[in-house]
């Protein structure tokens, strides 16, 4: 089943060609397989790391901010993730208890602490993972360097395409 449709009702496509409104149908559909592999990987990583959206983007936050060597809090959490500071505290709890992250002491503030991930859950990471984005990134590669400006030029197009528009701005 074709998921969008060739219905003009909301796009000029006057100066279109039939084949050039094929063609434009063609990226829809790929980029709609590709969201469904990334949602599926999304889903995959979250069951072989028993955690929820809210837990991985965490980890993900704090194993990046690792490698840069910098500190995260339990407010750097919460802004990252979009939680309030009382379900920040539930998930660092929930994630320490399953072994994933450490509290430490803050190297400059003695009022808050820091948070790590645990080298065994960044070893998992990087081994399944980081795996996965490596194949990402070698898809890009065999791109050449016009292919790749195309590619940026169209998704930074996209990405402001997406920007929420009338009725879904006002939410």
Same mark, same amino acid.
């Given at each position: 089943? =074709?998921?969008?449709?060739n219905d003009p009702e909301f796009s000029d496509r006057s100066q279109l060609t039939q084949s050039e409104i094929t063609q434009c149908m063609s990226v829809m559909e790929a980029l709609r397989d590709w969201r469904e592999?990334?949602?599926?990987?999304?889903?995959?990583?979250?069951?072989?790391?028993? $955690?929820?959206?809210? %837990?991985?983007?965490?980890?993900?936050?704090?194993?990046?901010?690792?490698?840069?060597?910098? @500190? +995260?809090?339990? #407010?750097?959490?919460?802004?990252? +993730?979009?939680?309030?500071?009382?379900?920040?505290? =539930?998930?660092?709890?929930?994630?320490?208890?399953?072994?994933? $992250? *450490? #509290?430490?002491?803050?190297? =400059? %503030?003695?009022? &808050?602490?820091? *948070?790590? +991930? &645990?080298?065994?859950?960044?070893?998992?990471?990087?081994?399944? *993972?980081?795996?996965?984005?490596?194949?990402?990134?070698?898809? +890009?590669?065999?791109?050449?360097?016009?292919? #790749? =400006? @195309?590619? @940026?030029?169209?998704? &930074?197009? $996209?990405?402001?395409? %997406?920007?929420?528009?009338? %009725?879904?701005?006002?939410?």
């Amino acid at each position: 089943m =074709k998921y969008f449709s060739n219905d003009p009702e909301f796009s000029d496509r006057s100066q279109l060609t039939q084949s050039e409104i094929t063609q434009c149908m063609s990226v829809m559909e790929a980029l709609r397989d590709w969201r469904e592999a990334d949602q599926a990987l999304s889903e995959a990583s979250r069951r072989y790391m028993r $955690l929820n959206e809210s %837990d991985m983007r965490a980890i993900r936050m704090l194993m990046q901010a690792q490698k840069q060597g910098q @500190v +995260v809090t339990p #407010r750097d959490i919460a802004h990252e +993730v979009g939680i309030s500071s009382a379900s920040t505290t =539930k998930l660092i709890d929930r994630l320490v208890a399953a072994g994933h $992250l *450490i #509290r430490a002491p803050h190297p =400059k %503030d003695q009022r &808050t602490i820091c *948070i790590n +991930v &645990t080298p065994q859950t960044a070893q998992a990471a990087r081994k399944t *993972i980081g795996r996965q984005h490596a194949r990402r990134f070698d898809a +890009v590669a065999a791109m050449s360097s016009d292919e #790749r =400006k @195309v590619v @940026v030029r169209f998704l &930074t197009a $996209l990405a402001e395409a %997406d920007e929420p528009q009338g %009725d879904l701005a006002a939410q």
